[in-house]
């Protein structure tokens, strides 16, 4: 240890290079280590000085390690996983009680987990369940939580997460509106459209009876966060996509209904990831599969309620053709 100390400017550089690396971005750092971008700046060119090496290149829109960056980057990562997992491990000793940290979206949060979150405690009386809220698309890295919810290609799923279903589309809306929508005079006026950002801008265009104009889209209604869609969806505001891993609690309740029997599985998979090279806690693993279980018993009340949509058997298969594509392939005999 005295000799690590001799190799860095302070010990404050391996928090400064760690945030830097782990952002892409100076700004984004200095901002979660509520500093200023020059002092960041500053910090690393010192660091870079002292150690002798480029850590870092300036690339257009932020950052990228060098080699050398990486290869720093990997083991004070490594370090500081351990130190913090020790930190909690001392702390749940101390306490009784484990936190675990979720990154989720607020859509997920209000609309599936919230309406569960009695049983999640009965479940788990000694866990701190603390959370990270992604309003809008979900995304981004993993570093400081235990667990998130993030899609991913189909064959482009790793170790360090666990599918949980095809990424399922459905349109949705409260029964009201649904009955309001099968009269003549709904039909010449035509639906609302509830979309979330521009990039679905024109999702209903995707499903039949839009496509064959045995329905329209008169209106537009559009928010930036996928929690406010489902509420304007849930207060019968107008049609609007449903995730499914998102609305199949408000299915199974019947507080949401199928705009339309038709639903669409894209090559993107629902996945509840942990960050790589970070072991799983039990406690972590344990409300992961919590979390699939009760996933998995929403998906049977939707199926139960609405057979026609065949959203079980769509969902196990869209897992068995994710199992097939992870598997390595076989060597050539």
């Known amino acids: 240890m005295?000799?690590?100390?001799?190799?860095?400017?302070?010990?404050?550089?391996?928090f400064v290079f760690e945030a830097a690396a782990r952002c892409g971005n100076f700004t984004r750092a200095a901002q979660e280590l509520y500093v200023s971008q020059p002092a960041v700046s500053r910090m690393l060119s010192r660091m870079e000085d002292h150690i002798g090496v480029r850590l870092f290149v300036r690339v257009h829109g932020g950052i990228e390690l060098t080699e050398s960056g990486r290869i720093l980057y990997r083991k004070i990562s490594e370090g500081l996983t351990g130190i913090e997992d020790a930190i909690r491990?001392?702390?749940a000793r101390a306490t009784g009680v484990e936190p675990v940290t979720l990154s989720v979206s607020t859509a997920f949060t209000t609309h599936w987990?919230?309406?569960?979150?009695?049983?999640?405690?009965?479940a788990f009386p000694s866990v701190d369940l603390r959370f990270q809220l992604i309003s809008g698309r979900i995304g981004g890295p993993l570093g400081d939580v235990d667990l998130g919810m993030r899609f991913a290609q189909n064959g482009e799923m790793h170790e360090n997460c666990v599918p949980v279903m095809p990424e399922v589309l459905l349109p949705v809306c409260n029964p009201r509106y649904q009955e309001l929508a099968r009269t003549d005079d709904w039909c010449a006026?035509?639906?609302?459209?509830?979309?979330?950002?521009?990039e679905e801008r024109g999702w209903h265009s995707r499903f039949t009876a839009f496509k064959e104009e045995r329905r329209r889209a008169a209106g537009v209604l559009n928010f930036n966060d996928y929690a406010i869609v489902v509420q304007a969806a849930l207060l019968g505001q107008g049609i609007a996509l449903g995730w499914v891993n998102v609305v199949m609690h408000w299915l199974a309740q019947g507080a949401l209904v199928p705009a339309e029997e038709e639903l669409l599985v894209t090559d993107r998979m629902c996945c509840l990831s942990w960050a790589p090279g970070r072991p799983l806690r039990p406690i972590v693993a344990q409300v992961r599969d919590w979390l699939i279980a009760e996933m998995r018993a929403d998906l049977e009340?939707?199926?139960?309620a609405y057979p026609a949509l065949r959203l079980?058997?769509?969902?196990?298969?869209?897992?068995?053709?994710?199992?097939?594509?992870?598997?390595p392939s076989s060597p050539a005999r």
């Open 189 to 198: 006026h035509g639906d609302t459209v509830i979309v979330m950002d521009d």
């Open 113 to 122: 987990l919230m309406p569960r979150m009695s049983r999640l405690n009965q």
């Open 2 to 14: 005295p000799s690590l100390r001799r190799k860095l400017p302070s010990a404050n550089a391996l």
């Open 312 to 327: 079980a058997a769509t969902v196990d298969e869209g897992l068995s053709l994710s199992d097939v594509a992870s598997r």
């Open 301 to 304: 009340a939707v199926d139960s």
């Open 89 to 91: 491990e001392i702390e």
